[in-house]
């Protein structure tokens, strides 16, 4: 099925250790983007991309980062992670008309 | 930043009620776009709105980009027991690719 497919689902990570979400988008959509779900804070930008090569800071970048090697794939990278980090991540791919396309989520939790 | 003020923050209402949720932003916004976010998934577009005092429906939704083009509403009639969920309002800016959102409001149905 097209659309925005994100794994894990679930991670659990001690402070300090290092990890990679995965997002991948089957529609060709150019712009890609991460966001983070915190309660009562809505969704807040982390990184985007408007294509391949090109990457870009959002609301709140620090401790991750994001590389577009091509259009499909677009990875969130925690270098170093810490309980402030707990959060549920989304990957939304846009292609220029009816809105974001959101993947269904990583349920992260920092021990 | 741009910040959108969403309310009301929950909602708890009989089933069958009409409910009425909006956002207002200071700066204007090109694009409004309203979804829903069910428990433990990712945001699914509703309403996609383009033009400010567009009226758009789908089914029992209707939402409205406002004429000053710093807000929106969203109805949704005769309330059912699978509305419930958080909904999100999203605007974008003149010129820009990146989606700023609302905090979201929480909708519950009493049966």
């Known amino acids: 099925n097209a659309g925005v497919t994100q794994t894990p689902k679930f991670q659990v990570l001690k402070t300090g250790q290092s990890m990679t979400l995965q997002c991948a988008q089957d529609?060709?959509?150019?712009?890609m983007s991460w966001y983070r779900q915190d309660p009562g804070m809505g969704l807040r930008l982390i990184h985007y991309s408007v294509g391949a090569g090109i990457t870009d800071q959002g609301e709140v970048p620090n401790g991750y980062n994001v590389s577009r090697s091509t259009t499909e794939d677009f990875p969130l990278r925690l270098l170093s992670a810490a309980p402030s980090q707990t959060s549920v991540y989304f990957c939304?791919?846009?292609?220029?008309?009816?809105?974001?396309?959101f993947g269904s989520g990583t349920r992260l939790t920092v021990v | 930043g741009q910040q959108l003020n969403q309310s009301p923050q929950s909602m708890f209402i009989q089933e069958g009620e009409d409910v009425s949720m909006n956002c207002t932003s200071s700066?204007?916004?090109?694009?409004w776009l309203w979804y829903k976010q069910d428990p433990g998934e990712g945001p699914v577009l509703l309403i996609a709105?383009?033009?400010?005092?567009e009226l758009t429906s789908n089914g029992r939704l209707t939402a409205q980009f406002g004429i000053t083009r710093k807000d929106s509403f969203l109805n949704i009639s005769a309330s059912i027991p699978s509305d419930v969920g958080i909904y999100f309002c999203?605007?974008?800016?003149?010129?820009?690719?990146?989606?700023?959102f609302g905090a979201g409001t929480i909708l519950r149905v009493k049966s």
């Open positions: 700066s204007i916004f090109n694009t």
């Open positions: 709105l383009y033009k400010a005092g």
């Open positions: 999203a605007g974008q800016a003149p010129g820009g690719n990146k989606l700023v």
């Open positions: 529609m060709n959509h150019e712009y």
């Open positions: 939304a791919s846009w292609a220029g008309n009816y809105g974001y396309t």
